[in-house]
C-alpha cells in the first residue's frame, strides 16, 4: 500500500487563495480527487481527476498536479468553506483500493 | 436524485458481528461499483471495500480482510457489510458511498453515514 501525505491545518482569510497540498509517491501514476466534509456531514467530491470540478461544485475550487503532489485550491475563500478536505487515489489496476490522505482543517479566520 | 441510505449501525460487544446495510435509489444500482468507507470519532476517511457491478470481485482493506464480508443485491438494490469479529478499533461511522471509474476510481455519492460502537 501507499500513503497520501497532507498537512493538517490550513488557515486563510476570507477573499484569499487556500491551497491544500497532498503528496504521494504514487500520485505520478494515478489520478487524484478531493472531497470536502463540514461537521456532522458526509464528504462530497469537489475535484476528480486531478483537476475536473464535478457539476454543482463552486468555479473557485480547482485542482492541480505536479510530479508526487496535487494540489487543491481555494480562490476567494468564503466562511462557508470551512471544513476538513480529504485527498484520495486508488489503485488504478482493476482492484479500485482506495487510499485517503489525513485530511486538512481549513480554518477562515 | 441519488440516495443512499444506510442502517444496522449500534453498539455491539468485542468478538460480536453486525451487518450494516445501504437502500440505493435514484440510479441504476446495478451498473455501479460499490464502496464502505469508515471514519473513527475524530479521525479521518478510511477505505473498507469494494465491490464489482454484479458481486464477481470484491477488495478489502487489510485490517479488514476474514472478518468483513461486502455483499450486494441488486434486485433489491441494497448493498450489504456483514461484519464479525469486531474490535474496538473498528469503532466507526461507515459510510455506504457509490464508486466511479473516472480515471481511476471514487466516491460521487455519499450515504449520511451509521455508528457502529465497539465497546464492553
Known amino acids: 500500500s501507499y500513503e497520501l501525505t497532507q498537512p493538517p491545518s490550513v488557515s486563510v482569510s476570507p477573499g484569499q487563495t487556500a491551497r491544500i497540498t497532498c503528496s504521494g509517491d504514487?500520485?505520478?501514476?494515478?489520478?487524484a480527487y478531493w472531497y470536502q466534509q463540514k461537521p456532522g456531514q458526509a464528504p462530497v467530491l469537489v475535484i476528480y481527476k486531478d483537476s475536473e470540478r464535478p457539476s454543482g461544485i463552486p468555479e473557485r475550487f480547482s485542482g492541480s498536479s505536479s510530479g508526487t503532489t496535487v494540489t487543491l485550491t481555494i480562490s476567494g475563500v468564503q466562511a462557508e468553506d470551512e471544513a476538513d478536505y480529504y485527498c484520495?487515489?486508488?489503485?488504478?489496476?482493476?482492484?479500485?483500493?482506495?487510499?485517503f490522505g489525513g485530511g486538512t482543517k481549513l480554518t477562515v479566520l | 436524485e441519488v440516495q443512499l441510505v444506510e442502517s444496522g449501525g449500534g453498539l455491539v460487544q468485542p468478538g460480536g458481528s453486525l451487518r450494516l446495510s445501504c437502500a440505493a435509489s435514484g440510479f441504476t444500482f446495478s451498473s455501479y461499483w460499490m464502496s464502505w468507507v469508515r471514519q473513527a470519532p475524530g479521525k479521518g476517511l478510511e477505505w473498507v471495500a469494494n465491490?464489482?457491478?454484479?458481486?464477481?470481485?470484491?477488495y478489502y482493506v487489510d485490517s479488514v480482510k476474514g472478518r468483513f464480508t461486502i455483499s450486494r443485491d441488486n434486485a433489491k438494490n441494497s448493498l450489504y457489510l456483514q461484519m464479525n469479529s469486531l474490535r474496538a478499533e473498528d469503532t466507526a461511522v461507515y459510510y455506504c458511498?457509490?464508486?466511479?471509474?473516472?480515471?481511476?476510481?471514487?466516491?460521487?455519492?455519499w450515504g449520511q453515514g451509521t455508528l457502529v460502537t465497539v465497546s464492553s
Open positions: 504514487a500520485l505520478p501514476k494515478q489520478y
Open positions: 458511498a457509490r464508486g466511479v471509474v473516472s480515471g481511476s476510481y471514487c466516491f460521487d455519492y
Open positions: 484520495q487515489s486508488a489503485d488504478s489496476s482493476g482492484t479500485y483500493r482506495a487510499v
Open positions: 465491490i464489482k457491478q454484479d458481486g464477481s470481485e470484491k
